[in-house]
């Protein structure tokens, strides 16, 4: 069995993690996920007629598929306990996510018990241990056990994890050029002269990588073809810059002003625990979150901003985006977390501060999964409209603009429904 050597924990060399040249098909399913499944349990090669594949549909990017063994004198929960995982890459995602980096991120967590155990590597995706139990939609967020018990985890993560356990990590089994930033380009030209463009004050930011870099790495990313594509490239990262200049601090919780963030927190990535995690008479839902592709270090704000801007959904019903209340309950349940498990003294004072900071940052989740988008309507082949939603989630971006430099209440243009919502008490 090969493996792979990748830096991890505070830049100590971890666990190797098993590696091979499989790789999963999409036009032969069945049979190229239970060679990955029967490399990894060989002895389930003894009884293939027992294993049950799953597709999992939640997400818009990669194929996920489970894998358990069904036998008779089992119960089906207990089978879930020793199910495999298999998350296949998605078409040219290398463009967007470094997965040397995903791979360093679930082994940090999983060493810490906030994520399911990494069983392997392969060509094209990952395996991992099976986390039995539901994913969330959008209006499970929305209700008061669930954001409790997701305010409670994501301040056990910002506390537990350090930040120096990914921004040290080195990178394995690269395979095509990359940008400064990691990120892999749609064009090798990278501009519409065929020269490398020159670094902005936006990667200057350390430790790396970060937030801030990554969106560098996607803008730097995007096609340049025609004059339309190279006035939007231009435009995005002025506001980039602009964010960056406006909103980049090394106060705040956390290390250097960042903590290790989901950055992805999406409804489908909260996954509830069943009993015994979860008595019935509690008011809080105990959670975990899976899928770290995106997990980097940034801001506090940044990752929680993001999670409220899921509250909408894929389909964008910002009627939904929580209220002024919400929000507050949510960080003072996030802050006592934090302190809980940073073993630190926070008062009320620090909910405010974060609040105030939640609240700068709210626009800048649209801008990032805007980027993205414009990215992934290029390359990805899953059905869904990435350019529309490209156009929503900027647009949440400029929304906030308008509100924050006071333009469009000049222009005596009605507030959009986003901005309402969450000026809402």
């Known amino acids: 069995m090969a493996v792979e050597n990748v830096t991890g924990i ?20 069945d049979s190229s ?15 293939s007629q027992e294993l049950k594949i799953v597709k999992f549909t939640e997400g818009i990017t990669n194929t996920l598929l489970k894998v358990a063994r069904h ?34 991120s679930h082994r940090l ?5 906030m994520a399911p155990p990494l069983l392997g590597r392969f060509k094209n995706g990952l395996l991992y241990g099976f986390i ?7 209006e499970d967020l929305t209700q008061d056990r669930v954001w409790r018990g997701v305010a409670r985890k994501l301040g056990e993560w910002h506390a537990k994890v350090p930040i120096s356990g990914i921004s040290s990590c080195s990178s394995v089994g690269k395979t095509l ?15 519409a002269n065929g020269a490398i463009e020159k670094q902005r004050t936006v990667s200057s930011r350390k430790p790396s990588p970060n937030v801030w870099s990554v969106m560098q790495g996607w803008i730097s990313a995007l096609d340049t073809n025609t004059e339309k594509e190279r006035a939007r490239k231009e435009m995005l990262q002025q506001e980039l810059e602009r964010c960056f200049q406006e909103l980049d601090s090394s106060s705040g919780i956390g290390e250097h002003g960042f903590v290790f963030a989901h950055c992805d927190l999406l409804c489908a990535n909260v996954i509830q625990l069943p009993s015994p995690h979860a008595p019935v008479a509690s008011n809080v ?17 940044f990752d929680i901003s993001n999670h409220f801007a899921e509250w909408a959904g894929y389909d964008c019903d910002y009627s939904m985006v929580p209220s002024r209340p919400i929000r507050r309950g949510f960080l003072q349940e996030y802050i006592a977390s934090y302190s809980k498990n940073a073993n630190i003294k926070l008062d009320e004072s620090a909910v405010e501060n974060l609040f105030q900071d939640v609240d700068r940052w709210r626009g800048i989740p649209g801008l990032y999964w805007g980027i993205w988008s414009l990215i992934q309507a290029k390359i990805s082949a899953i059905d869904f409209d990435y350019a529309k939603y490209a156009e929503e989630r900027l647009g949440e971006y400029f929304a906030w603009r308008g509100e924050a430099d006071g333009s469009r209440a000049k222009q005596g243009v009605n507030m959009p429904l986003r901005e309402r919502r969450w000026s809402e008490d």
């Open 285 to 301: 839902q105990p959670v975990t979150f899976i899928d770290y592709e995106y997990a980097t270090p940034a801001p506090a704000a």
């Open 132 to 138: 039995p139990g539901k994913p969330c939609t959008a």
């Open 71 to 104: 036998r008779p004198d089992v119960p089906l929960h207990e089978a879930d306990n020793d199910a495999i995982l298999m998350r296949a890459y998605g078409n040219r995602t290398e463009i967007i996510i470094d997965r040397d980096r995903e791979a360093v």
């Open 109 to 113: 967590l999983a060493d810490r018990g």
């Open 10 to 29: 505070e830049g100590q060399q971890s666990t190797f993690i098993p590696y091979t040249d499989l790789s999963f098909d999409i036009h032969n399913t």
């Open 33 to 47: 996920v239970l060679k990955l499944v029967f490399w990894i349990r060989p002895k389930w090669r003894e009884c």
């Open 177 to 191: 050029s990359r940008n400064a930033d990691g990120c892999h380009c749609l064009n090798q030209s990278n501009g």
